[in-house]
């Protein structure tokens, strides 16, 4: 049971390039999110995902999509990296949200992105 | 929109010491509190979580946190802290009925010897 897994680590992209960054759950979550995390600015939501083939915007949507083909894999994408993307990404699943009982989320170790 | 401030960014402390990390949040009808703990180089892993009952909520590592609705707190506390315990500590809120979490911005705890 590997819980939550990112793929890359780390990664350099020069501004303009595309990349996707890849999450993988094997806990049957319902529930995917992706974050940033900038210095002294905590956790943003960038996008996140109720189920297979739903996807909707976080706080911070700008500049980036994602797809949900697959209920265990969540995909960000970066069309055309920027500076201001220069983050530590996460990625974080839950069995379920909202309602009377929400679950905890439980995260990946995280991909380090520089942009140049 | 709800929103969660963590009033201290770096907290210092010497070993075995208490400690208290400072969250509060905005007012909601019905909202669920978490906090969430960052080793270096590592994601975020759960702490403690209320979500009914019990305003005395107990976490791993020996750490406690206290829900006080009159004031919107969900302050943690631990009666004395090990250099292990070195991390930044995230308070967390979500709404009931929403699926977002929303963070504050941080505390970084720095246990020395």
């Known amino acids: 049971n590997a819980g939550v897994t990112q793929t890359p680590k780390f990664r350099v992209l020069k501004t303009g390039q595309s990349m996707t960054l890849l999450c993988a759950q094997d806990?049957?979550?319902?529930?995917m999110y992706w974050y940033r995390q900038d210095p002294g600015m905590g956790l943003r939501l960038i996008h996140y995902s109720v189920g297979e083939g739903t996807t909707a915007k976080g706080e911070v949507p700008d500049g980036y999509n994602v797809s949900r083909l697959k209920k265990q894999n969540f995909l960000l994408g970066l069309e055309s990296a920027a500076p201001s993307q220069t983050s530590v990404y996460f990625c974080?699943?839950?069995?379920?949200?909202?309602?009377?009982?929400?679950?905890?989320?439980?995260f990946g170790p995280g991909t380090r992105l520089t942009v140049l | 929109a709800q929103s969660v401030t963590q009033l201290d960014s770096q907290v210092p402390v010497f070993e075995e010491a208490p400690v208290e990390l400072r969250c509060n949040y905005s007012s909601s009808v019905s909202v669920y509190l978490f906090w969430y703990v960052q080793y270096p180089n590592q994601g975020l892993q759960l702490l403690l979580k209320y979500l009914s009952g019990s305003t005395l909520v107990k976490g791993i590592n020996g750490f406690e946190a206290e829900f006080n609705k009159s004031q919107t707190s969900f302050h943690l506390r631990k009666p004395s802290v090990h250099i292990s315990d070195t991390a930044e500590y995230f308070c967390a809120v979500k709404k009931g009925g929403s699926e977002k979490l929303v963070f504050g911005k941080g505390t970084k705890l720095t246990v020395n010897p």
């Open positions: 806990m049957n979550h319902e529930y």
């Open positions: 974080a699943s839950s069995w379920t949200s909202g309602g009377i009982f929400p679950d905890t989320q439980y």
